[in-house]
């Protein structure tokens, strides 16, 4: 029998995305309107809050991925992510459908992407994204509870649909948006990062993927954000209790990269600890303790690689 955290690394292991060389992404003319105009809003308001060493993005290209699905359009961004063409600070990679532009990817650092989409067009469908993955929004921003609970009963069906399906089918489905939002939080775990260690690199990069399925599947999609991005993580507090910790034990100020590297195992800790909450209440069989045989953890595998086209 294994514990939830073997099998949580077990079947992260089984989900890593291998890039795929990208062809050079044609050129595209971005137009005045409703995309553009909130790449320029993003960019504002990062300006505001951030340093960046850029005006204006380039746009570097474009991709027709009208008849990619959900799977395909997932391997895409990893290749992108990986793509030293691409990872250049203020460059932009626009996507259209049926020859519009509707969605792009913004680099603003080579582990900092962000996906931008066209607003939305009815007001019910605002935020559609926290009320889908994110329970502390909904509580904070008192969603209606009954309204949010529908939307996220007819997730498996909505996710195994976009997965499969051309995106040129579901260009008009509020769901698609936030999927794509999904897809690449995934993408960015495969920016590659020196300070993580090769079995830490396979957790980090499949535990999103898991859970996605098995959160879903079991009503527990308003945990996802906790695991995607750990924001109700304050990094000033954990700073404040590691650099008293550490001076007490050490007799000196740490240095930035030791903050950073422990505020980095605080997140992964919190985020395996979702994650593993979510496999313990989802519809993966256990023995009532928490453990797990491995015909079941096998099934497991075969089921999310058969998801994710892995």
Known sequence: ?????????????????NPRGCDVPNEVQLEEGELLNKIR????????????????????????????????LLHLFVSLVNDPRILQNGNCVVFSIRGECRFALLVFKPNWIEIITMPAEDSNHRYFYKKLFDDYSVDF??????????????????????????????VS?????????VLINIARRYCDDEHIQSEDRLLNRGI????????????????????MHYRHLNFDNVK????????????????????????????????????????????????????YNEISVEEM??????FYEI
Not at 47 to 60: A, L, M, N, S
Not at 148 to 170: C, G, H, N, T, W
Not at 209 to 222: F, I, N
Not at 254 to 281: G, M, Q, W
Request: net charge negative.
């Open 1 to 17: 029998m294994l514990s939830a955290e073997k099998v949580l690394k077990l079947l992260a292991n089984e989900l890593q995305i």
């Open 41 to 72: 809003m993003c960019l504002g308001n990062v300006k505001q809050k951030y340093t960046v060493d850029f005006e204006h993005f380039r746009y570097f290209g474009g991709f027709q991925v009208g008849d990619y699905n959900g799977c395909q």
């Open 141 to 170: 921003q008192e969603y209606d509870n009954e309204q949010v609970q529908q939307l996220r009963s007819i997730l498996p069906e909505k996710l195994q649909d976009f997965m499969e399906q051309p995106l040129a089918d579901k």
């Open 173 to 181: 489905c509020r769901h698609t948006a936030a999927f794509l939002g």
């Open 208 to 227: 999103i993927p898991v859970c996605l399925k098995l959160a879903v599947d079991s009503a527990q999609s308003g945990k996802l954000e906790k695991v």
């Open 240 to 291: 404040e209790d590691f650099v008293s910790n550490f001076r007490e034990k050490h007799g000196r100020q740490p240095r930035s990269k030791e903050i950073y590297l422990n505020f980095r195992a605080k997140r992964v800790e919190c985020e395996t600890a979702v994650a593993i909450d979510i496999l313990t209440h989802s519809n993966m069989p256990h023995d009532g303790e928490g453990l």
């Open 301 to 306: 595998k075969s089921e999310l690689k058969a």
